[in-house]
């Protein structure tokens, strides 16, 4: 079966169907998916750690450990191949996917997914506005859901108290559990580990804040074609996916070697925003800045294996771009659309035109397709111990500036 696969990916074979080689499997009793998934995914270093594999699994084969799913009970697998079914980095998108999430008309396509329009937006409550990041649009959202009772739970990330830049997921149920997760961190927190409580405690509806990797596993777990009681679940009881706008997240060791930039113990980092500068806020409220381009030196490499920048398959998008205090806000579904706009109506949430400040689509435009630029898709990309060999770990340039940019094409003229 791997050698199916692998035949599919290398002979240039249609992308939609490399999930025939598992989903042909199962119709022939299954077969252990999990040694697919460790041989060409995480043993290659292309992991992107969104723990959709791990959240799937009906019989917990494997744990999640260092950003990665590690196969502990092999033994315990049922051979129902959903492990390898909800991988975003196997395989792309089924294409009646877009029918599932019921695309918000027009749904305009400009390189960063459909959408039906776009706002900058932001929370009503001035205190919120200060505590949460970029106007705390998605703090409001998910609180707004929480106490109009049209959610019961939100899987958020939350940092570790000891350390406020290191993430953990968290299953929130209240306005003090959201606004205590409030801001984002720039290390990767594996928020989708909290589906798993919610299913146990069984919470329900709920909502899925997450970065655009976390957002895909999500959908691809509701879309799954293999319609088992894991991904039914998910289909029923996710209300909401909230998509963060990413270029990518840096490694837990990042932030120690942002502290030695701007000259202050890691532990004083409260906040982290990036804004063309790496702007850090004290935990006594200074304000210091570092280059990003040598902070970018500490990009996770996993994240070349990320394509969506915009999180194109979330029902809202959003993030801080173009104006400050302020989340620039794309409602791509009509689940988005109900969300935002009832808490527009009940004043928990204010908006204003895209067209007060042009700049931010046009920043989310390059940086969108930067995400995209010369990139195949990531199982046809170098493995990590290659990307090793060649020096170049940088997710953000490698197909910019690095080995996968195009050759220059030397100028003939006399």
């Given amino acids: 079966m791997i050698d199916r696969y692998r035949y599919l990916v290398e002979s240039g074979a249609d992308p939609a169907e490399w999930s025939y080689a598992w989903r042909s499997a199962l119709n022939r009793g299954g077969f252990q998916a999990v040694d697919l998934l460790m041989e060409e995914i995480v043993e290659t270093g292309r992991c992107v750690g969104c723990a959709a594999c791990v959240t799937i699994c009906p019989v917990d084969v494997c744990e999640y450990r260092t950003e990665r799913p590690v196969d502990r009970h092999p033994e315990a697998c049922v051979l129902c191949v959903l492990c390898a079914e909800v991988c975003p980095v196997l395989r792309p998108a089924d294409k009646d996917l877009h029918e599932m999430l ?15 329009y776009g706002v900058y937006a932001r929370s009503t409550d001035p205190d919120w506005v200060a505590r949460a990041q970029d106007g705390g649009l998605v703090s409001a959202l998910v609180i707004h859901g929480l106490e109009t009772n049209a959610l019961a739970g939100a899987v958020l990330g939350d940092v570790k108290p000891e350390q ?14 959201v606004l205590g ?10 928020n989708t580990l909290a589906l798993l409580d919610a299913m146990r405690l069984d919470v329900s509806p709920i909502a899925v804040v997450g970065v655009p990797c976390q957002v895909d596993g999500v959908r691809f777990q509701q879309n799954s074609s293999i319609p088992l009681s894991l991904a039914n679940w998910y289909r029923d009881n996710i209300a909401l996916v909230i998509g963060l706008l990413c270029s990518e997240a840096f490694t837990h060791e990042s932030i120690a070697k942002l502290g030695e930039m701007i000259d202050v113990e890691p532990e004083r980092i409260e906040n982290i925003n990036i804004k063309g500068k790496v702007v850090v806020r004290l935990n006594d409220g200074e304000i210091r800045t570092a280059s990003l381009k040598r902070y970018q030196e500490f ?46 109506d009940d004043g928990w949430v204010e908006s204003r035109p895209l067209e007060d400040e042009p700049r931010g689509m046009f920043l989310f435009d390059m940086l969108a397709a930067s995400k995209k630029k010369n990139r195949p898709l990531p199982a046809l990309m170098p493995t990590l111990p290659e990307r090793e060999t060649l020096g170049w770990l940088n997710p953000k340039t490698f197909y910019t500036k690095g080995p996968g940019a195009p050759a220059a094409i030397e100028d003939e003229t006399p």
């Fill in 164 to 177: 406020r830049q290191i993430g953990r997921h968290i299953l929130a149920t209240t306005r003090e559990e």
């Fill in 181 to 190: 997760a409030a801001g984002s961190r720039y290390t990767y927190s594996p």
């Fill in 102 to 116: 019921d695309l918000r008309p027009p749904a305009i396509d400009e390189g960063f997914g459909p959408y039906g």
């Fill in 299 to 344: 990009a996770r490499p996993a994240c070349l294996y990320c394509l969506d920048y915009g999180a194109e398959n979330a029902d809202i998008s959003a993030g801080g771009i173009g104006m400050d205090n302020w989340t620039l806000t794309l409602v791509r579904t009509e689940a988005g659309h109900r969300a935002l706009q009832t808490a527009i």
